[in-house]
């Protein structure tokens, strides 16, 4: 298969995932979608639990959190409308040891498990998209994974600030210091240090519980080798990122 492209007439969706099928199949999908608000610290994926739908979000970001018993819980991936939650689902998998959290208030078209597991069976297309972005989830997943080892707390946030404002309308992040501390695994001091470097450096700009990007260019510079990869995997192998 091709990588797939818009179809012809846009569909009024704002998930990548989904503008990436062609026409016909997105029709086929849509009486299948609910969409759904989604409020900060809502929990859409609960670990060991059975994950009854499939979310592709239109707006807001979630993460996906590994929590363990000696080092504190972790994010492991960021998802907003470049994806969807969870990929468990597209491998054939009920539930996973993980689980996913609103960060930033949007909204979802979600779809039950079993009509998303129907329509993979009937669309080749469909199944190749999902599969797609489950190769480029494990990708981002790694350069998290390379970010918490290598990099200091500067870098790492500078990384998740870049993945944020690319799931997101406009460069401003409502968050609060205690909510991204839990994302990158750290203390809330750590980042009212790193914000104050970035902000410093004119990276961005910071306000009571809301960060605004004002220089990504630098701001990648920052983030080094951790960004930047899977970025160009989605664009080659699913379709337009921005």
Not at 68 to 80: A, I, P, W
Not at 84 to 90: C, G, H, K, N
Not at 99 to 120: C, I, N, S
Not at 145 to 172: F, P, Q, V
Request: hydrophobic content about 45%; aromatic content about 4%; cysteine-free.
């Amino acid at each position: 298969m091709n990588t797939p492209t818009l179809p012809t007439q846009a569909p009024a969706v704002q998930n990548r995932l989904l503008r990436a099928l062609p026409g016909e199949v997105l029709t086929l999908m849509l009486p299948q979608l609910e969409e759904v608000p989604l409020a900060t610290g809502e929990r859409v994926v609960t670990a060991g639990e059975p994950i009854p739908y499939a979310w592709f979000f239109e707006g807001g970001l979630a993460s996906v959190m590994l929590h363990t018993t000696e080092r504190g819980s972790y994010e492991t991936l960021v998802v907003g409308r470049d994806g969807m939650v969870s990929t468990a689902l597209v491998l054939g998998v009920e539930h996973m040891p993980v689980d996913v959290e609103v960060r930033v208030p949007g909204t979802a078209l979600r779809m039950g498990a079993g009509a998303l597991r129907q329509m993979m069976a009937q669309s080749g297309v469909l199944r190749e998209v999902l599969m797609r972005y489950v190769q480029v989830a494990m990708l981002w997943m790694g350069q998290m994974a390379l970010s918490n080892r290598r990099h200091r707390i500067e870098e790492r946030l500078a990384h998740w600030l870049l993945l944020a404002t690319d799931r997101i309308d406009g460069n401003e992040i409502v968050m609060t210091h205690e909510a991204l501390a839990q994302v990158l695994g750290t203390h809330r001091p750590g980042i009212t240090v790193a914000l104050h470097e970035l902000e410093r450096a004119e990276m961005i700009a910071t306000r009571r519980g809301q960060i605004t990007v004002i220089d990504r260019t630098r701001l990648i510079r920052a983030a080094g080798e951790s960004y930047g990869l899977a970025e160009a995997e989605y664009k080659r192998l699913i379709g337009p990122f921005a």
